[in-house]
């Protein structure tokens, strides 16, 4: 199994055991939490050869061969953007979900550039934030996805994030009058 791109050896003993227990016990990464232990809060979650997965329904044999990403690797795979929005957006309240949130975050944003609201919201879909700082995911992926897209020189991700945050205004305005 590779780690944050790193090479793992698994001790014959350890195939049967939990990911979460494994990356948290044994290689010390203690970002991935556990909260329900039954995959529905999400706080445990990390990213599986590219898909975010709870770390808890998952047994490392049936990983071995995988690449499996936690919150401690998202810098060196290129989601300094994420982080940096997540702060700025103050996205993180107890921070108890935010390492699965992250996760799932930066698992979208890998398949898609610029993400709209419904697909952040699939993504999210399994990750439980008793804070319910979810409009304030949504800012920070938006900020995160143009960030990157002016990386590259876009601005697409630019008009969604303007977009979105029309949408909001449109929607304060509405419960207001």
Do not use: W
Not at 48 to 60: K, N, P, Q, W, Y
Not at 154 to 161: F, L, P, V
């Amino acid at each position: 199994m590779r780690v944050n791109g790193q090479q793992v050896q698994i001790p014959e003993q350890a195939h049967g055991q939990r990911l979460l227990d494994f990356l948290r016990d044994t290689l010390g990464l203690i970002g991935a939490k556990e909260g329900c232990g039954m995959g529905e809060c999400g706080s445990c979650t990390v990213v599986i050869d590219g898909r975010a997965m709870t770390s808890c329904l998952v047994l490392v044999g049936q990983v071995a061969d995988a690449e499996v990403r936690t919150v401690e690797g998202l810098a060196a795979a290129g989601h300094t953007a994420l982080q940096d929005a997540f702060v700025a957006r103050q996205a993180v309240q107890c921070g108890y979900c935010i390492p699965g949130v992250l996760n799932s975050c930066a698992a979208l944003l890998d398949r898609v550039a610029e993400p709209d609201d419904e697909q952040i919201c699939r993504a999210l879909d399994g990750n439980l934030c008793r804070c319910t700082g979810y409009n304030r995911f949504y800012d920070a992926t938006h900020d995160a996805a143009a960030a990157r897209a002016t990386e590259r020189g876009g601005r697409a991700a630019e008009r969604n994030t303007a977009a979105h945050h029309k949408a909001a205004d449109n929607a304060a305005a509405e419960g207001e009058s």
